[in-house]
């Protein structure tokens, strides 16, 4: 399924989320670092990065933004609250939360490619308080109940 995803850019070098080999093959639109200036981020910091982008999703969409594997692997920066959600009445500028949880400080570059993002479908709910819950064969077992 294809959906057409308005954007704007709020700067005039803000590179454009792309899929680095095409919608068939990749998930995620790669997100770009987007500054004046090289950002470095010490061992165990995080950073707030822009992109330079805002996105306008319809209704039951969200943008899940997600780590890159190639920069956690050779550089240990992730994303911190992966995924990340931009809503779809959010208008504002697309930023990556990234740490650094590597032993060395990491230098990032204005257009260097920093994180993912995947839209996704979504449904909406009613909540509807009950006094009881149907009953289930693992009830209320919680984390490690259902061995390792």
């Known amino acids: ?41 010490a061992p165990g910091e ?10 306008e999703l319809p209704a039951g969409f969200e943008g899940q933004i997600r780590p890159r594997s190639g920069l956690a692997l050779s ?14 009445g959010y208008r504002g500028e697309v930023r990556v939360l990234l740490i650094n949880l590597s032993d060395t400080p990491q230098t990032l570059n204005p257009g260097e490619r920093i994180a993912q993002l995947v839209i996704a479908q979504y449904i909406s ?6 006094s009881t819950l149907e009953q289930s064969k693992r009830g209320d077992t919680g984390f490690g109940d259902s061995g390792t």
């Open 1 to 41: 399924m294809d959906i057409e995803i308005k954007f704007r850019k709020f700067r005039f070098d803000a590179c454009v989320p792309k899929y680095a080999h095409g919608s068939v093959e990749d998930a995620g639109l790669d997100l770009s670092y987007c500054a004046d200036h090289p950002v470095t981020l």
């Open 75 to 88: 550089r240990g920066l992730t994303v911190l609250n992966a995924p990340g959600t931009v809503d779809p």
């Open 46 to 55: 995080r950073s707030l990065l822009p992109t330079g982008v805002a996105i």
């Open 125 to 130: 709910v009613r909540l509807q308080e009950v």
